[in-house]
Every structure is written in C-alpha cells, then in structure tokens.
C-alpha cells in the first residue's frame, strides 16, 4: 500500500518537545571541511587558470561530525566514538567537539592514521575546487579493539544508534555487522547512513537512509519513480532484514519503505545553496524525532522539514529547533488543541519559532477557574492583537494560594484543555508562581494584554515587555465582567 498523505501536525510537534531527553551514540567517519571565500578577477600567468584572492576561511565538522553538531544544536546529547588522526585536522575537530561541550573519551587520535579533511573554495558563492586530504584505510586491530570498548561503554546510555559511513575506513571490514550486531542484542536501534554498493555490510540495522542515487546503486540499476523507489526498498529489506528504509530523494521529497507499506513525503519549495551536509542533518533529525516517540512516518516528516531549512544555508549547516519548528509550521500548519498545552521550555521554543516566521506573539494570564463570558471577551480581543496568543494559566498550587483552600473549582488539566480548545488560544502554559513573571521573561512575548480594569503599571511583567521593544495592551471588558474580582488580586496580576 502506497500513501502521500502527509501526517498531522500533533505528533510532530510532540516529538520535537522531547528532543532535549534524547542521547545518540554516534559511529563513523569524522571530517574537516574547510571553506576558503575569495574573488577571482584574473587568470594566472603561470597556465591558463582563475587566480583566487582569499578573503576569509571556516572550518566546521564534516561526515558523522556533522551529524554530532546537528543532535547537539537540535538540543539533544551526542556521544561520538570514532578514530582520527593525531594531526592538525584531528585536534581541530577535538577542540570543534570540546566547544560543543560533547565528550571525546570515544574519540581516539592515532598517529598512523591521517584524519580526513576537505577544502572547498568559492568565488562569489560558486564553488570553484574541492581539495582533498585523506586515506582510506581499515582500523587495524587495537584500533577496532579500542572502538568496540568505547562503543559498549557508551551503548547503556544511549537512546539510539547513528552510524556514519563516508567510506574513509572506520565501517569497513565488519565493523558496521559488530556495531550491529551489539545494538540488535541489546535492543537498541541502529539506523545507517551507508556508502558503497554492498548494504549487506548494514545487515540487521533497523533501516538505512540512501539518497535515490545510492540506492539505485545497491540494487544495480537506476531508480527514479515511486514504484522504482519501492521496489528497490524492498529488494534490501528482503536482502539484509532492514525493518524500513528512509530513501531521501532531493526536491522530490522522501520516502518511508516497509515490507507491507510504503509513505512519500513530499518536500518544500525552497531555494537550495548548498546540499553539503544535509544528509547529516536528515539523519541526524530522523534519529531524534524516532528515538522520541515518533513513529518512521512522522520521524520522516521532520527529517524532510530539516533538510529543507539546511539546503537554504550556504557551508556545512545546522539546524535549530526553532527553525525545524517554523518549518513545519509551512509545511503541516499549527498543532490542534490538544497539543497546544506546552511546558515553558517548549513554549519558549515555540514562540521563537513564530517570531521566526515574522509572526507577533502575544501574552495574557490568569486563573481562569470558572470560565464567563468575560474571559472569553477578553481573550478573543487578545488575540485580535497578534498572530499568535499565549495563556499563562496559574497552577492549582498558585490558584489556592491567591484565591482559598476552596478553589480552584476545576483542576488545572481541566482548565487547560478547555482553554487549549478555545479558538482565540493557540498555546497554554501552566505555572506555579502567584505571578507570570517568570514565564514573560522567558517567552519575552510581543505584546503583553490585560483588561481594562487594570493600569499599565499595575500589570505583572509590563517592564520587561516594554523593555523588549514590546508593548502593553489594556483591552475593555464585558460590563459587569471584570477579569481580576479585587484590587488585591489586581497586583498579583491574577484573573479570575
């Protein structure tokens, strides 16, 4: 059975909310990419070649480097273990690993081994020679011995595993099937970014992610549709006991390809700069949001999402979970009710998402116990002040502690979801203070409101907004409606 429908957005979002949780062990090989900008304005007179004039140069972690700095900027732990030279190359990534604050004891730096590197050189943007620097070469005994130590060491702790493989020497030769073979004993998933034509090296890995090109090359002929795509799928499924395969397959999308059922994705129209490293990222991506909860489907849906941010990015690129956010937001639009109950931290995250989208985010709070017509008024004129409104919504701890042992009358789940539901609502976030203060400074919303029975000095958080570039808002009221019963809860910037 073949699906194009794209998945909700709930689960989604839900699964980026869990990324901080989430620690992947990554395996493979590490790359120096280095990137030299210049100008060409003249031909060499020593042979008939452009002269570039440098004007400035990066470097930033290249292959399962890559993938580590994507988990670590996504907001997630990774532990690298790998083999690299002893050299100037493999210092620089040591100290690239160390500023990411990822742990090295993984990492082993020999002297008979050359860490690859490559030198990528452009001229207005175009790139005009890759140079690069490198040996194929197998680990050798205490090399492996040392790698397999390290990779057991680090396995009880990890979530999922991501093996890396750029053909540089540190999977070859039955390193891949070990790693394997070690994840399938200990009921850890391990998916695979492979390199070659034979996959049966990635035998019992829970799924590989080829680029249609590459898996045309595993199955020995050219593959373009989406029968091609699955049929391809699962002749290696059949092969070597994938559970799935994830086929990236450029502006087209991707595709998710079981043994009974197979899901294309279709991608977003963007302008692409540069696909280098953007393989990383989907791994990178598809592994967190699995390692999460999501199921391939939707882990997939993301994955897409994040290569359409990084091919918009010139150099090795990562990805931030604002920008992962913002994209989906394009892609599968808002979450529904029921998922727009969020903690502060992913409330946060949500918010810079949207500001991200150039969309004003808006803030009001309250207890909200007994539901009138007056907080429905002044919550639809709060959201008639922005794109998007967040409710901060007093705990039941908070609500007891501003209103009686008696109150609240409904429970703070209660509340949530009935406030979550309304349509004016996009976010609610539940805190434990008397006030929001805390939750505004984190949010730092746009326009902070409140009803008219208060003042501008009198509300919680007014400084801080306006501090911000934000403003306040005083909306009016229903007669007779008034949102805070009190002067005395009026200063602790509660509703009723």
Same mark, same amino acid.
């Given at each position: 059975?073949?699906?194009?429908?794209?998945?909700?957005?709930?689960?989604?979002?839900?699964?980026?909310?869990?990324?901080?949780?989430?620690?992947?062990?990554?395996?493979?090989?590490?790359?120096?990419?280095?990137?030299?900008?210049?100008?060409? %304005?003249?031909?060499?007179? %020593?042979?008939?070649?452009?002269?570039?004039?440098?004007?400035?140069?990066?470097?930033?972690?290249?292959?399962?480097?890559?993938? @580590?700095?994507?988990?670590?900027?996504?907001?997630?732990?990774?532990?690298?273990?790998?083999?690299?030279?002893?050299? #100037?190359?493999?210092?620089?990534?040591?100290?690239?690993?160390?500023?990411?604050?990822?742990?090295? =004891?993984?990492?082993?730096?020999?002297?008979?081994?050359?860490?690859?590197?490559?030198?990528?050189?452009?001229?207005?943007?175009?790139?005009?020679?890759?140079?690069?620097?490198?040996?194929?070469?197998?680990?050798?005994?205490?090399?492996?011995?040392?790698?397999?130590?390290?990779?057991?060491?680090?396995?009880?702790?990890?979530?999922? @595993?991501?093996?890396?493989?750029?053909?540089?020497?540190?999977?070859?030769?039955?390193?891949?099937?070990?790693?394997?073979?070690?994840?399938?004993?200990?009921?850890?998933?391990?998916?695979?970014?492979?390199?070659?034509?034979?996959?049966?090296?990635?035998?019992? &890995?829970?799924?590989?992610?080829?680029?249609?090109?590459?898996?045309?090359?595993?199955?020995?002929?050219?593959?373009?549709?989406?029968? %091609?795509?699955?049929?391809?799928?699962?002749?290696?499924?059949? =092969?070597?006991?994938?559970?799935?395969?994830?086929?990236?397959?450029?502006?087209?999308?991707?595709?998710? *390809?079981?043994?009974?059922? =197979?899901?294309?994705?279709?991608?977003?129209?963007?302008?692409?700069?540069?696909?280098?490293?953007?393989?990383? #990222?989907?791994?990178?991506?598809?592994?967190?949001?699995?390692?999460?909860?999501?199921?391939?489907?939707?882990?997939?849906?993301?994955?897409?999402?994040?290569?359409?941010?990084?091919?918009?990015?010139?150099? #090795?690129?990562?990805?931030?979970?604002?920008? +992962?956010?913002? &994209?989906?937001?394009?892609?599968?639009?808002?979450?529904?009710? $029921?998922?727009?109950?969020?903690?502060?931290?992913?409330?946060?995250?949500? *918010?810079?998402?949207? $500001?991200?989208?150039?969309?004003? *985010?808006?803030?009001?709070?309250?207890?909200?116990?007994?539901?009138?017509?007056?907080?429905?008024?002044?919550?639809?004129?709060?959201?008639?002040?922005?794109?998007?409104?967040?409710?901060?919504?007093?705990?039941?701890?908070?609500?007891?502690?501003? $209103?009686?042992?008696?109150?609240?009358?409904?429970?703070?789940?209660?509340?949530?979801?009935? +406030?979550?539901?309304?349509?004016?609502?996009?976010?609610?976030?539940?805190?434990? %203070?008397?006030?929001?203060?805390?939750?505004?400074?984190?949010?730092?919303?746009?326009? +902070?409101?409140?009803?008219?029975?208060?003042?501008?000095?009198?509300?919680?958080?007014?400084?801080?907004?306006? $501090?911000?570039?934000?403003?306040?808002? +005083?909306?009016?009221?229903?007669?007779?409606?008034?949102?805070?019963? #009190?002067?005395?809860?009026?200063?602790?910037?509660?509703?009723?």
């Amino acid at each position: 059975m073949i699906k194009h429908n794209p998945p909700s957005p709930e689960p989604l979002h839900r699964a980026i909310a869990r990324f901080g949780g989430v620690t992947v062990l990554v395996v493979g090989d590490l790359i120096l990419d280095r990137f030299v900008n210049g100008v060409i %304005e003249r031909i060499s007179p %020593e042979a008939p070649i452009p002269v570039l004039h440098g004007r400035g140069e990066s470097s930033a972690m290249g292959g399962a480097g890559n993938v @580590v700095a994507n988990i670590v900027s996504l907001g997630a732990r990774a532990i690298p273990v790998s083999v690299i030279g002893a050299d #100037t190359a493999g210092d620089s990534l040591v100290r690239m690993l160390g500023e990411l604050a990822t742990e090295t =004891a993984g990492l082993a730096q020999q002297r008979g081994r050359m860490t690859s590197s490559k030198s990528r050189f452009s001229a207005l943007n175009q790139q005009v020679l890759r140079f690069d620097e490198e040996e194929i070469k197998p680990l050798d005994e205490a090399e492996r011995a040392g790698l397999i130590r390290h990779f057991r060491a680090a396995l009880a702790g990890a979530d999922i @595993v991501i093996l890396s493989d750029y053909g540089k020497g540190i999977l070859l030769d039955g390193v891949a099937a070990e790693l394997i073979a070690i994840c399938r004993e200990a009921g850890k998933p391990v998916l695979v970014d492979p390199k070659g034509r034979d996959y049966a090296r990635y035998a019992g &890995a829970t799924a590989i992610t080829p680029n249609r090109k590459e898996l045309g090359e595993a199955v020995g002929h050219a593959v373009f549709g989406d029968d %091609e795509i699955v049929s391809a799928a699962r002749e290696l499924i059949s =092969a070597h006991g994938f559970e799935f395969v994830v086929a990236t397959r450029s502006e087209k999308g991707m595709s998710v *390809v079981g043994p009974d059922e =197979a899901h294309h994705i279709a991608t977003q129209a963007r302008e692409v700069f540069d696909v280098s490293g953007a393989g990383d #990222t989907v791994i990178a991506t598809f592994a967190l949001a699995l390692a999460s909860g999501a199921d391939p489907i939707a882990a997939a849906s993301i994955a897409n999402a994040a290569g359409g941010v990084v091919v918009g990015k010139r150099g #090795t690129a990562r990805l931030t979970v604002e920008e +992962l956010t913002g &994209a989906l937001f394009r892609s599968h639009g808002p979450i529904a009710h $029921k998922d727009a109950i969020l903690d502060a931290v992913s409330a946060a995250r949500m *918010v810079a998402a949207w $500001k991200e989208e150039g969309l004003s *985010v808006g803030f009001t709070n309250g207890c909200f116990d007994i539901l009138h017509a007056g907080h429905v008024s002044l919550l639809h004129a709060a959201r008639s002040q922005c794109d998007r409104l967040v409710l901060g919504l007093n705990s039941d701890a908070s609500v007891r502690r501003l $209103k009686g042992p008696g109150r609240p009358v409904n429970d703070q789940h209660d509340r949530a979801c009935v +406030l979550a539901a309304l349509a004016s609502v996009d976010a609610v976030v539940v805190f434990e %203070e008397d006030t929001p203060l805390a939750l505004i400074e984190a949010l730092l919303p746009d326009i +902070l409101v409140k009803g008219a029975d208060y003042t501008i000095d009198t509300v919680v958080g007014a400084d801080v907004v306006q $501090k911000a570039g934000g403003r306040v808002v +005083l909306v009016d009221l229903v007669a007779g409606k008034s949102t805070t019963g #009190t002067i005395g809860k009026l200063r602790a910037g509660s509703t009723n």
